[in-house]
């Protein structure tokens, strides 16, 4: 009887160890993201924009949005953008913006648009418009929700167990990414270094990117001298639902007025 048990237990040990292993996570961020793309799921983020001149840096931005998903990635964004301080009064980061996004078509409303809208209009629509306004440009211009962009950067990265560190430049971000010649379709120099730290979660996937470049990588002016722009950006809720829809069409316009109102 005792052998047999012991046959019976060694039987089970045997079969625990040689059954369906359990589901893990892929090793590679790349496979991780991809793994995400699933129709009607998405992503959300916050963005922090930090101002950094003689050593000193100051917030100047806040935005927080999510990224809805398709099989091929991602389908539509909804940015909300609002001032830190550190921008100047009365330009138009100092107010508060939207931006919905749909394949390539977006609908904007505040900031840069505030005074430019026709009356019982509140959203600007661009057939192949900006991913986030004016207020894009000092924002995460690296969309690490992008496969080839990820690539790209974990490409001759530093690495350790969770994160990734190295510079790529804007005309690298150019040849691969979609969202970042969308979101500075017009910029100073492609040889402009981009700095960037990723931190993954357990599953791979992206959880905190922290970038840096000058501003004059985007401005050829002397005022912009000296300035340069960091971002904080952290990614919460990987693969809860998102539904991003465009604004109802009565409050959609695709013609500004002047700000005189002309």
Partial sequence: MKRMIASISAATAVALMTGAPAQAAPADPVKALKSQFVPGKGVKFADLTTMIEDGEGKPYLRRTGSFQFG????????????????????????VSGRTIRVG???YSQGGTYRDQMPRGKSWYKDPDGMTGGVDGWFSQLVNVAEPATLASLLK?????RTTYSGTTTFGRLAKVSP???ATLPLRSSDKTVVT???TVDRNRLPQRLTTSFPVTG???STGWEG????VET??????????????????????LEDRDGV
């Avoid at 001759?156 to 350790?160: F, H, L, N, Q, S």
């Avoid at 300035?227 to 960091?230: A, F, G, P, R």
Wanted: glycine share 10%; charged share 25%.
């Fill in 71 to 94: 099989r091929g990635g991602i389908v539509a964004s909804d940015i909300s953008s609002k001032s830190s301080g550190a921008a100047d009064e009365g330009s138009t980061l100092s």
């Fill in 104 to 106: 390539t078509t977006s």
């Fill in 156 to 160: 001759g990265a530093k690495k350790t």
């Fill in 179 to 181: 969202w970042f010649r």
């Fill in 196 to 198: 960037f730290k990723l």
């Fill in 218 to 220: 985007i401005f050829d």
């Fill in 227 to 230: 300035k340069t722009i960091s």
């Fill in 234 to 255: 952290r990614f919460t809720g990987w693969g809860a639902k998102v539904s991003i829809k465009a604004p109802p069409a009565n409050k959609v316009t695709t013609k």
